[in-house]
Every structure is written in C-alpha cells, then in structure tokens.
C-alpha cells in the first residue's frame, strides 16, 4: 500500500491553521454574537419597556447621522475631531514605538557581563506597566503632579531654560515638550514588541554574521545586509499589534462606553463602535500593504 503523504507547503497550513483554532474558538463563542447585536443596535434607538426588557425601535442611519451633527465626546469635541486625532497620534506613535522597540532589542540582545540582570531590571517595569512607574514616582516625590499628568519634562528645570532662555517658537518647543513627556507612554507600550524582536534576533543563525565578517563586511553593512533582512517579516506582526493595541486604549474606545453606559445612548455608542472597527480595519488594511510590499521586495 502507498503511503499518503503530505506536502511541506499543506503541513505548513495546517500547522497554522491548528494556531488558530484557539482563536476561532474564542471569537464564536464571546465575540460573534456581540459583534452582531452592536451593528443591529446601531441602527436602532434603545429604551427599556415596562417589564425591564429592551426595546429596539428602528432609526436607520439617524444614529451615525447624529454620531457626526449633534454628539460631542465627553470633552466636548466633536466625534469626527476625535477620530482625526486619534488616527494621527496612531500615525505618529506606530513608527516611534516600532523603531525604539528595534532599538531597544538590539541592545538587550548584545553580549555583556550580567545581561540577565540588566534585562530583568529594564523589562520589569514595562511588563508592570507605566501606572507602577507613576505611583513610584507620586511616592518618591510626595507630589500627585505625576498622577494628574503634570508633565514630568514640563516641570522641570531643563523646560524652564528651554522656555526662557531660547529663541525656539513658542509652538514648536511645546510641541518638543510634549513629545519627550510621551516617551514614557511609548517606553511602556514596547515591551511586547522588544520582546518579539528580542526573539527574532536570537533566531538568526551565528554563521550568517560569520560569512559576513569573512566578506569583509562593517557594522553597518551587516545589520543592513543581515539583521533587517532576517528580521523584516516579523515587522507585520509588530505593526498589527501596536496598531490594534494603540486603538484599544485611544479615546474613542473610552467614548463608545460613555456613551453606551453612562449617557445611556447605546444606539450612538453602538454606531460609534462600528465606525471605530472600519477605522481600525481601513488603517490596519493600508499600513499592511504598504509594509507587505516592503518585504515583499526586500525578499527578491
């Protein structure tokens, strides 16, 4: 009898398909049906009858139309504001966290005496995340500055001098202020990335940099020839992830919930949800197909 064999390519679906069956589960079973009920309550006004039930009462397209004429976030900003400001804070964020994230695994993954304690010490606080950071700061200073989200730069000596003493414009150093404030924020939000990439440049084989150093190649030359070349698929997962997890904790996830849950407006709160999931999906579609061809042509 012949023996049935599979082809490497099949093994290799079905090994990522067996990946996913965790997920598949987990999204029929808790989120389909949730997914579902909040596109039909977006196209419906929601109150509660006598008996307590819900009572669905069918407006259309009003709720979006309202969502976008008449509703305001809870800073009173208008919702399309919101999003403008959100997808450009994700534009800027995503290549800063993807960068420091690199940065900071290349220099976890250099050799050097007490490497594990130096690692253990820098991803401790990012794996406790910011908020650790800001207690320990709140109780160390004895100042609640920090939790009220003062500023740690503009409240120090080196932005004062800025502020008085240069001939930088007044917006452009506010700006700078600002963007050295975040990096807290984005130091906490590269942990899992550094990670990943911390993974990816342990997995490349020794002797690629060996033949390197045999050419006659520099530093530079290598991690340009070797190490971006060898890590540059890992690039889609990183950006997926930091966009789905910059999405999750922007205002307009806190803005559908006040607007399901505390003005009681499930309706506008469930059409904001829906409008938030394109987004997320239209900018996630657009920077995989631009980081697709990247690899795509740097694999030719």
């Given amino acids: 009898m012949k023996r049935f064999r599979i082809g490497y390519q099949t093994q290799r679906r079905l090994l990522g398909f067996t990946f996913l069956i965790p997920f598949l589960l987990g999204f029929l079973m808790f989120f389909a049906l949730p997914l579902v009920n909040t596109v039909i309550y977006s196209f419906n006004h929601i109150t509660v009858d006598d008996v307590g039930a819900m009572k669905l009462e069918p407006v259309g397209v009003q709720n979006y139309i309202d969502l976008f004429t008449t509703e305001v976030s809870t800073r009173s900003q208008q919702i399309l504001r919101v999003l403008v400001d959100e997808n450009s804070n994700m534009l800027v964020n995503l290549p800063l966290i993807t960068l420091l994230s690199l940065f900071l695994a290349l220099l976890a993954n250099r050799k050097f005496k007490g490497r594990a304690l ?11 995340g910011l908020e650790v950071v800001t207690d320990m700061l709140t109780v160390t200073t004895g100042s609640d500055w920090v939790q009220a989200g003062g500023g740690l ?47 990816a440049l342990q997995s490349i084989s020794p002797s690629m940099y060996e033949v390197a150093r045999i050419e006659g190649a520099t530093a530079y030359e290598t991690f340009w020839k070797v190490t971006i070349p060898s890590i540059l698929h890992i690039l889609l997962f990183v950006v997926v992830y930091t966009i789905v997890d910059l999405f999750l904790t922007s205002q307009i996830a806190a803005e559908a919930y006040s607007f399901a849950f505390e003005k009681n407006k499930i309706g506008i709160g469930s059409a904001l949800s829906v409008v938030y999931i394109f987004n997320v999906l239209i900018i996630l579609g657009l920077v995989l197909l631009i980081t697709r061809k990247a690899v795509a042509n740097n694999a030719k």
């Fill in 118 to 128: 130096v690692r253990m010490i820098f991803f401790l606080p990012i794996i406790l």
């Fill in 153 to 199: 730069f503009s409240q120090s000596l080196v932005a004062r001098l800025l502020i008085r003493y240069t001939s930088i414009p007044n917006q452009y150093l506010r700006q700078l202020i600002a963007f050295v404030e975040d990096i807290f924020s984005i130091i906490s939000r590269s942990g899992v990335q550094t990670l990943v990439f911390l993974a």
